[in-house]
């Protein structure tokens, strides 16, 4: 028998009754090509954060950076000019904290004058790519969910200035979202209730969707990957490529200074010799408020998701599996008496993998401190803590007229 036949997966069941013999049949096809052992990840999800060993991992801190800053600089700004350097814009997530239903690059972070989260990007990108006089091919990952609208958004907008040869869409896969139990939920009679992989799954989908020769034709040897939701991100930023290329790292992270012990953010460390994240659950009391002689936190940076990742290592690493984040989300979907549901609160699972695991499959990581105030300001909600409104506030402070 096939799981989805099981009597408990009561949602499918409900909606293949409702169904024409037509619509009953396409439903099975695709029921069939779902990975249904995603499911059994349910039970071990308070296992998957079993870790190894935690030790500090040194970063390169401010001061050091603005001493080496001529020597950093040379060397990023030669490797993009070179063409070695790609972007990977990941905006595939649904923002369900956010509640827009549309894509949240889309959202208008003006306030006297309209200015997209999008287009915020491409000017952060365009500081560099004029100041390097080369452009750098920007992969912008989309869901099935908001391909369209988030393609539309930059032809409608003209790619912000920026030369259409160098955007390159491409789709993440989707998987099936669950309630609690493990039932897995319909969206509509016809539909399966699917969301977006995760962030994690980015080179994956690149390589399914043929982007490799694209990357290899454009002699791209380094990836920068960095969130939709950040709009004070720096990308492609020279100072950071320059360090990991001189301190000969195969990859590098952006991190801030943590402004508490704790401070809810994964930080940069090494577990069992190999460079990863610990997130703030994982660490002990200890570990968090543990400081070096001069008084700075052992475990003192966070990650803010800009990435930076040879190229060459990615491929190597392409076909590993990467571990399953059973999250607890928001899941709209078609009850058993045919009614849709928009929940109010958390209602089910969805099943991730994430980027941060990535670095955990690097030989080594360039820790690289950033200014917070000038770099970090995600939009995860509309108001409070990571939100809208910080968000905008920070922009100010950069100078960002709204
Ligand atoms: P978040 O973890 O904040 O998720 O994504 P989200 O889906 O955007 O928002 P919530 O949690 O539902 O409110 C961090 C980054 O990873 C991308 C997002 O677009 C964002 O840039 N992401 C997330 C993907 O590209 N794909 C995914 O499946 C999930």
Request: with cysteine; aromatic share 10%; hydrophobic share 40%.
């Amino acid at each position: 028998m096939k799981i989805w036949e099981d009597e408990k997966q009561c949602y499918i069941r409900a909606a293949i009754e409702k169904n024409t013999p037509e619509e009953k049949e396409a439903l099975k096809k695709r029921l069939d090509a779902i990975d249904w052992s995603l499911l059994e990840h349910i039970e071990r999800k308070e296992t998957i954060n079993e870790r190894g060993v935690f030790a500090p991992l040194e970063a390169v801190e401010i001061d050091e950076i603005r001493a080496r800053e001529a020597e950093f600089r040379e060397i990023g700004i030669q490797t993009i000019k070179d063409g070695k350097v790609g972007a990977v814009l990941l905006a595939g997530g649904q923002g369900t904290r956010l509640g827009l239903d549309k894509p949240k690059g889309t959202l208008n972070i003006g306030i006297n004058r309209e200015l997209y989260l999008f287009e915020q990007l491409m000017h952060n990108l365009m500081d560099v790519t004029n100041e390097a006089d080369a452009y750098v091919p920007l992969y912008i990952m989309t869901s099935n969910i908001n391909y369209n609208d988030t393609k539309s958004f930059f032809e409608e907008h003209a790619y912000f200035g920026y030369p259409k040869d160098f955007v390159i869409f491409f789709v993440q896969e989707m998987v099936p979202a669950c309630d609690h139990e493990g039932r897995v939920y319909m969206e509509s009679l016809t539909e399966v209730a699917m969301s977006p992989n995760g962030n994690g799954g980015w080179f994956g989908s690149m390589v399914k969707a043929g982007l490799l020769d694209d990357i290899h034709a454009r002699g791209v040897e380094w990836l920068n990957v960095f969130a939709v939701d950040n709009c004070l991100q720096r990308i492609a930023d020279p100072l950071f490529i320059g360090a990991t290329i001189a301190y000969g790292r195969e990859s590098g992270a952006k991190v801030v200074r943590k402004a508490a012990p704790d401070e809810k953010v994964g930080v940069l460390c090494t577990e069992d010799g190999k460079p990863s994240i610990a997130e703030y659950y994982e660490m002990t009391e200890e570990m968090a408020t543990a400081r070096k002689a001069n008084g700075d936190l052992l475990y003192g940076f966070g990650v803010i998701l800009n990435y930076l990742f040879s190229e060459k290592k990615l491929e190597e690493i392409a076909d590993a599996h990467m571990p399953i984040h059973v999250v607890e989300k928001k899941v709209p979907y078609m009850d058993m008496d045919g009614n849709y549901v928009k929940p109010e609160t958390i209602n089910g699972y969805k099943f991730e993998t994430l980027v941060l695991d990535m670095v955990h499959m690097m030989n080594d990581c360039l820790p690289y401190e950033v200014d917070r105030e000038r770099e970090f300001a995600p939009i995860k909600n509309l108001h409070g803590v990571d939100s809208l409104d910080s968000a905008r506030e920070l922009m100010k402070g950069c100078g960002i007229e709204l």
